[in-house]
């Protein structure tokens, strides 16, 4: 693999692939790896979709675009910082230990405009709050894990679509109708979003 200098786009979806051999990193061209499994039989699960083991060594993909679906790891939540030409970007597995460096590094990626973060199980905590400094360009966040908050800065974004499952989500006021089909969640300030999709909420979401 490692003697396709010239590849742009490496596209492993719905393959046996799990983990990427270390030659990849020798790829300076790369633009796009889509590797990621869906399991068909699965309705909603953190594991539905399966992504990929990455080695060490992917700043060297100083312009890689697209990065879907890869799996958490202390050395990678660090060095995806420097892949600062992300458009697309989407992790899977990670800790709340990891987040600190995962949610530094997205900050260092100002073209990004579609993010998708799941959690390695439902209680632990994403908390995208502490993005310093925000990509601008965003339109499509998607989250899966145990969420206490949304992020402030949404309210500055124009975003398309956002998606948050109710279930791994901590409510942050829940209140029951009068026909008792279900909780209403209310949320904080989400004047940044245009579309929401929070599953497993029986009745609509309301907003400030």
Same mark, same amino acid.
């Given at each position: ?7 742009? =786009?490496?596209? @492993? ?5 799990? /983990? ?5 990193? !020798? @790829? ?5 790896? @889509?590797?990621? +499994?869906?399991? !068909? +039989? ?35 939540? !660090? ?14 597995? #990670? ?20 993010? /998708?973060? !799941?959690?390695? +199980? ?48 901590? /409510? ?17 300030? =989400?004047?940044?979003?245009?579309? #929401? ?12």
């Amino acid at each position: 693999m490692g003697k396709l200098v010239n590849i742009e =786009t490496l596209d @492993l979806k719905q393959s046996l692939v799990h /983990e990427i051999p270390i030659e990849i990193s !020798k @790829l300076p061209k790369l633009r796009s790896l @889509l590797a990621y +499994n869906v399991d !068909k +039989n699965k309705d909603f699960s953190l594991t539905r979709r399966r992504g990929v083991v990455i080695q060490d060594g992917i700043e060297c993909w100083g312009i890689m675009q697209k990065l879907c679906a890869v799996e958490a790891s202390d050395s990678l939540v !660090k060095e995806v910082g420097n892949l600062k030409q992300l458009r697309r970007f989407r992790i899977q597995k #990670l800790t709340s230990k990891q987040g600190k460096d995962l949610y530094a590094s997205i900050g260092q990626m100002p073209h990004l405009r579609s993010l /998708e973060v !799941k959690a390695i +199980n439902g209680d632990e905590i994403i908390d995208l709050q502490h993005i310093s400094s925000p990509p601008q360009c965003l339109q499509v966040l998607s989250l899966m894990g145990r969420l206490e908050k949304i992020p402030d800065w949404i309210a500055g974004l124009c975003l398309l679509f956002v998606d948050m499952p109710s279930h791994f989500m901590d /409510e942050i006021h829940v209140q029951e109708t009068e026909h008792r089909v279900g909780p209403r969640v209310f949320f904080g300030n =989400t004047k940044g979003i245009n579309g #929401l999709s929070v599953d497993e909420v029986i009745d609509s979401a309301i907003f400030d």
